[in-house]
Every structure is written in C-alpha cells, then in structure tokens.
C-alpha cells in the first residue's frame, strides 16, 4: 500500500506541474506577459518544468529492477510486483507495457537529452527527443487510469481524481500583469463589492475583474 500510496502521490504532483505547465504557455498572450517580464527567466523555467514532467513520467514508469537487487525502484512495475494476489497482475503487467509502449519518446528524451547527451540527437533531421505536450497529457490520464484500477479492484478504495480548478499559474500571472499592489488593491475592492451587495441583488462575479485570458476556466 505505501508503494501504491507513493505512486499516487507522484502522480498528482505530476498532474499538478503539467497544468502549471500548459497553463503559463498554452496560450500566446500569456506567453507575451512572460516574455515581457523577462523572455530569458521564462524559457528557463520553461524547459526545467517540462524536463521534470518527462523525467517524473519515465521513473513511474521504469523496471522494478532485478529480482536480486535488494532495494527496488518505486514503480507501477514494482506496486503490480508486491500485489498479494496473483489473478489480475497479468492484466496489470500488459496495461503497463502499453503505457511504456506510448511513452517510448519520453524515455528517449529522458535517456538522451535529460540523463546522457546522445550523438544520435545531432545528425540532421533528428527528431530524437522530441516530445509533444499531448503525449505527456495521455501518458498521465493512461498512468491514471491504471492505478485507479488497481486501486479499487485490489485496496477497495477509489483513487481521488485531479483537483478541478486549481490553476495556481493564474495568480502568478495576474501579479505580473497588474503588479502585486494593484493586484490586491482589485481583490480588495471585490471583496468590499461583494459584503456590500445588498440581498436579493447579484453578487459581484470575482473573474470580472481579469481580461477574459486570466479567467479560471470552467474544467
């Protein structure tokens, strides 16, 4: 169960990072704000959090490690490994090869631009390492997927889902567009908007006060 318990727990955490992620450059005018703010800071920060996304992918989804080594990796391979009942490790075992299948360009990134610098990402028209937002989002609903089968078929428990709404890019964002003063000078005024509505009335909407691309989407 601890095992499984870390898994989940990475796993959230990395959820958590990859909507960070593509809630501060999935979108142009928010890349603007970044850039503006300073373009250099951002491509950093940018390409350590994804290299941290793929790298935090590849370790749950690594080996266990060979039966005689004495301490194993935390893995889904290792959670499937410790389960007390053999019948559906097989389904399990086949589940995660598939998700290791899908995630090959990741262990390739991993394993040539994060961990070793590979001659291979040199010659010309390489694509070695190349890896796109849309196969970490399913490498992670995938990963999901499986533990939340383990975990109720095996733990009789359901595995909390993501949290819904929780963009915590937004409130960077909107510091840097309206600096901290202003920023809390509006939530100031909301909140008096809002104790001094009177009743019966429309309470003041709280994404009023953001442009339409700093507005906490409606997951």
Known sequence: MAV???CHVQLAQLKHQERIYSGLYGDERRIEVLNTASGPVAKVVQDALFDVIVLGICRLLDPAGPARKPSKNLTFAF???LLPMPDRK???DAALEVLRADAAPLRDRRNM???HADSAALREGAQVGWVSMRQIKSALDGMYDLLSKIYVNEFDMGLSGWLPNVHHELQFLRALVFGNTVYAQKLDEWREAYL?????ENLPDLQDIYPDWLRTPKD
């Open 4 to 6: 499984g318990s870390y």
């Open 113 to 115: 631009h994060i961990a």
């Open 90 to 92: 097989g389904e399990y």
């Open 79 to 81: 959670l499937i490994e």
């Open 196 to 200: 001094a509505t009177p009743y019966g």
